[in-house]
């Protein structure tokens, strides 16, 4: 099957700092990926659509200025988080579409962020 | 915009029996895909189950099978022979046919008893 990573799978950063997660597919192209937050026990929130070249599509609450993400080639696409503050602390996956897979998304194993 | 129900936050399952975990949606369209996803303690999600929705006949895979209830917006899913394994974060998660992001419920713990 498709097979997904994210670097780091866990980093600790100061407040103020910024820090930058990767994701890539690794054995296919995958020219939309996903960015999503998940908090202890909870589901996964959708933050933003990342494509391929272009720019991504945040959703609804999610500060695009806070949260940047760059998606420069079809197998990597990056998440920075700016200015980290100790709320911005979860766990962040990713997930590329395979469009030889029936459009179905194949998850990274996650990366946890805290922030001290 | 599209909402998941699970209404079950943890269910306990003694090994060898079946449990069944329950998920409602809504949704106005016709064509769409329903999945379940495990996730475990290693917080990899793992797709259990894909059902689509104009196919009838419900999906299966191994000691995973669902019951698809169209007209009632449900999509239950029914692990049988338990195994310690299963224990994990069970999400049932819904997508439009022409839309590629998915809407995940709040998830089901489900614990397997020795």
């Known amino acids: 099957g498709a097979v997904v990573s994210q670097h780091p799978s866990w980093v600790i950063c100061k407040s103020g700092t910024s820090v930058k997660i990767e994701c890539r597919s690794l054995d296919f192209q995958a020219t939309t990926m996903f960015w999503y937050r998940q908090f202890p026990k909870q589901s996964l929130m959708l933050m933003a659509t990342s494509n391929e070249g272009s720019k991504a599509t945040y959703e609804q609450g999610v500060e695009k200025d806070k949260f940047l993400i760059n998606h420069a080639s079809l197998t990597l696409s990056t998440l920075t988080v700016t200015s980290a503050h100790p709320e911005d602390s979860s766990f962040y996956i990713c997930?590329?579409?395979?469009?030889?897979?029936?459009?179905?998304?194949?998850f990274g194993p996650g990366t946890r962020l805290t922030v001290t | 915009a599209q909402t998941v129900t699970q209404s079950q936050p943890e269910m306990s399952v003694q090994e060898a029996e079946t449990v069944t975990l329950s998920c409602t949606y809504d949704?106005?369209?016709?064509?769409?895909?329903l999945f379940w996803y495990k996730q475990p303690p290693s917080r990899q999600m793992i797709l259990v189950i894909r059902?689509?929705?104009?196919?009838?006949q419900n999906a299966t895979e191994n000691r995973f099978s669902v019951n698809f209830q169209k007209a009632a917006k449900s999509f239950s899913l029914k692990i049988s022979d338990s195994q310690l394994g299963d224990a994990a974060m069970y999400f049932c998660?819904?997508?439009?046919?022409?839309?590629?992001?998915?809407?995940f419920g709040a998830g089901t713990t489900v614990t397997v008893r020795a």
């Open positions: 998660a819904y997508r439009r046919s022409n839309d590629y992001k998915l809407s």
């Open positions: 949704t106005s369209e016709s064509d769409y895909y």
């Open positions: 997930s590329a579409l395979s469009l030889a897979e029936a459009y179905e998304q194949y």
């Open positions: 059902q689509e929705a104009y196919k009838q």
